[in-house]
Every structure is written in structure tokens, then in C-alpha cells.
């Protein structure tokens, strides 16, 4: 089947992500050219993303609101959307970068070409990453490269959350990762242990560009980060990997 006729289900959790959503959504729409659907996860009544989607429902109708009712989180929002997505192809985005979403194209040619599982990539291939707390982007930078050269990782940005991945392949996947987007990293680890068909698409990344409520905790989210590198350390770096190269455009 040619990837013009899969239904792809977006992803975008949000916390407070009015402002972003008003901006986002017109440009998804404009951008998208496949059959798709947008599924925006809240996880509390109170979130004034609830009255903003409310709003673009009037304008968008295969925009709609999941309530995350499995706890509080990132992980959990995304599993919610998993649950009730009805595409065959699962995109999970940010909703405050709207830049990533020039990539999905390139993202769905990969998956016709036989990928599995498409990682965006802020450090390679002419991906770059801008904004954000000095901090976060040099640990975020250091942390993947060195993540390669001890595991022998085939991508360059495990961290990032920009994934396209087959539902059915999704569901297979137990994904544990507690605080903040850590699940992406752990999702990274897991699909390389599975033996999967791994792709990688360039992306420009420019953190909380529309300004919204940020999540990001330093303490935890670096306990958690920490601790799911030294968990893909532990096993990758002994897979008996299929994959020795990711594909890319250059490579279909």
C-alpha cells in the first residue's frame, strides 16, 4: 500500500497549550497532504488547551480532544493516544515547535520505503536544534553522542521526541519511562532491541517558540534521561543488532 493512502494519527500532548495550539494546528493542516487525524491529549478539565480545541474543532474536523485518564504525564498521554488512534501510522510531535512538521513528508517516504520506525534528527543531516535553556540543548547534544559511541547506535537523536513509528509495531512496545519525554529515548532504545527497519529525517527544532507552559523539571527529567542511557548501554550496546545503518532518503 503506498503511504498517500495509510491514515496517519498525530499526537501532540499539551499542558496549558492554547497560544500554541491556535498556531500549530492551521499550519499542520496546511502542511499535511496525507489522510490524517489530530488527536490532542489534555491531562486535566482546567487545561485552557480544552477551549482552544473546542474552537479549531469549528474549522477542523478531524481535529479532536483525548482526555488522559491513565495518570498525569507525557508517557501516559501518549499511550492514551496510541489507544484511540485510528491511523496505521502513529506521529508524535510538540506542539510548541512547529518547524519539525516540514519533515513529515520526508518521515512518510521512509515508511514507504520500508522503515518501521522514523526518528527526527536535531544533530545530523543538516538538522539543527535553536532556543531552550543553554543547559538542556548541551546535555541533550552530549548525552546523544555519547550514547552512540558507546552503544553503536544507529541514530543521532534518540532523545528527540519527532517519531513516526507503525501502530501495530507500537502497541508491541511496554514503554516505562516516568518523567517528561524520556519515553522517546526509551522508545529509541527499544526499537533498535527489536530488530526494527530504522530511518532518519532532518529536523529544525526551536524550543518554546509560542511561549505556553513548560514541563520540564531539571532534576527529574535528568534522573530519568540518566537512567534510561544506562539501561540502553546495558543492552544495545549486546544486541545482536540487524540494522548496522539508519536509512535515509540518500540510502532508499
Given amino acids: ?3 498517500q493512502q495509510k491514515k ?3 499526537l501532540l500532548p499539551v499542558y496549558n497549550e492554547a497560544d500554541s495550539l491556535k498556531i500549530m494546528i492551521p499550519v499542520l493542516e496546511a502542511t499535511v497532504d496525507v489522510d490524517h487525524e489530530v488527536l490532542i491529549i489534555y491531562d486535566f478539565p482546567e487545561d485552557n488547551s480544552v477551549e482552544a480545541i473546542k474552537q479549531l474543532k469549528n474549522t477542523y474536523n478531524n481535529v479532536d480532544a483525548v482526555f488522559n485518564d491513565l495518570g498525569r504525564g507525557v508517557a501516559n498521554a501518549i499511550m492514551k493516544g496510541v489507544s484511540v488512534a485510528k491511523g496505521e501510522l502513529v506521529l508524535i510531535a510538540v506542539v510548541d515547535e512547529v518547524f519539525p512538521i516540514a519533515s513529515i513528508r520526508d518521515m512518510l517516504k521512509l515508511i514507504n520505503g520500508g522503515c518501521d520506525f522514523v526518528s527526527g534528527t536535531r544533530y545530523a543531516r543538516g538538522g539543527k536544534r535553536f532556543g531552550g535553556s543553554f543547559l538542556g540543548a548541551t ?9 552512540r559511541l558507546i552503544t553503536g547506535s544507529v541514530l543521532t537523536d534518540s532523545t528527540t521526541a519527532m517519531k513516526m513509528i507503525k501502530k501495530s509495531i507500537f502497541e508491541k512496545v511496554t514503554i516505562e519511562a516516568k518523567a517528561g519525554w524520556a519515553f522517546a529515548f526509551e522508545l529509541s532504545i527499544k526499537a533498535q532491541l ?3 527497519q530504522l530511518g532518519e529525517v532532518p529536523i529544525v527544532s526551536v524550543d518554546r517558540l509560542f511561549g505556553g507552559d513548560s514541563t520540564f523539571r531539571l532534576g527529574a527529567w535528568v534522573q530519568e534521561y540518566t537512567k ?3 539501561w540502553g548501554v546495558r543492552r544495545l550496546n549486546r544486541s545482536n543488532r540487524v540494522q548496522a545503518k539508519v ?3 540518500d540510502r532508499l
Avoid at 546535555?139 to 555519547?146: D, H, Q, T, V, Y
Fill in 1 to 3: 500500500m503506498n503511504y
Fill in 8 to 10: 496517519l494519527s498525530i
Fill in 139 to 147: 546535555l541533550s547534544r552530549l548525552a546523544n553522542k555519547m550514547f
Fill in 194 to 196: 527489536l530488530g526494527l
Fill in 228 to 230: 534510561w542511557f544506562i
Fill in 247 to 249: 536509512i535515509t532518503l
